[in-house]
């Protein structure tokens, strides 16, 4: 079985009296080590989905399955348990504690995680070389830039080293040459660490990378 599976997913909103159907019956299956990108217009439901293979989101019919677990049938703390120690977490808003520095903002997923102190110290600023802030460590996010901030989020999404990577546009906020380092990073995590990426983008860039693309339009996936 595939890392990220979906079967027969479904997601309606409420919308007045009636529902609102998003998505109307997914299929999906991402193989582990594997770059999964997924494109659609504006609306059609890439974040809505993304989030329900992630756990973040019930869906109203179908079942998702992650290194092979069913992820719908869990409960809330096992889930939560199960995103904590195998899903790193690039999504747009996901903010940074302001009071925090870069480095606490990572270390602080790190302790959560059971890594204490000093090694976790040492991963952080092993990470933060890794999206280029080495020298920004001990920065607030306040004194970052949005394209730096972006790239503090992906160093924590990537802290604890997690078996799956969940992104919404991550490069969408970054200049090209950062936009660069965080497609390579990603590309190495993918074909050196093992880790299976998916992740929602309009980047061309990405494209490139990718093993495969599915574009979601009228609630279902076509595959390239
Ligand atoms: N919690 C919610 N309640 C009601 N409707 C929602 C909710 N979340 C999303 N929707 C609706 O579902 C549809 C898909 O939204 P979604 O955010 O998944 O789209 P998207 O493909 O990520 O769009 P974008 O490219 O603009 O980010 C939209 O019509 C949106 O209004
Ligand atoms: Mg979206």
Not at 135 to 143: E, V
């Amino acid at each position: 079985m595939g890392a990220i599976v979906a079967k027969g997913v479904e997601m309606a909103f409420p919308s007045g009296r009636q529902s609102y159907q998003v998505l109307k019956g997914i299929d999906l299956e991402i193989c582990r080590g594997d770059i999964q990108l997924l494109m659609g217009p504006s609306g059609s439901g890439k974040t809505t989905l993304l989030s329900i293979l992630a756990g973040l989101l019930t869906p109203s019919a179908g079942k998702v399955y992650l290194l092979g677990d069913e992820i719908t049938g869990m409960s809330r703390a096992k889930l939560a348990r199960f995103r904590l120690h195998n899903i790193g977490f690039i999504f747009q808003g996901f903010n940074l504690f302001p009071a925090l520095t870069a480095s606490e903002n990572i270390e602080i997923v790190l302790n959560v995680k059971g890594i204490r102190y000093r090694v976790a110290r040492q991963q952080a600023r092993v990470l933060l070389e890794q999206v280029g802030l080495g020298d920004k460590a001990n920065q607030k996010p306040g004194d970052l830039s949005g394209g730096q901030k972006q790239r503090v989020a992906i160093a924590r999404a990537l802290a604890g080293n997690p078996q799956l990577i969940m992104a919404d546009e991550p490069t969408a906020a970054l200049d090209s040459h950062s936009g660069h380092t965080v497609i390579e990073l990603l590309r190495q995590l993918a074909k050196e660490g093992g880790c299976t990426v998916l992740m929602v983008t309009h980047d061309p860039r990405i494209v490139d990378v990718a093993d495969r693309v599915a574009y979601l339009e009228d609630g279902v996936l076509k595959k390239e």
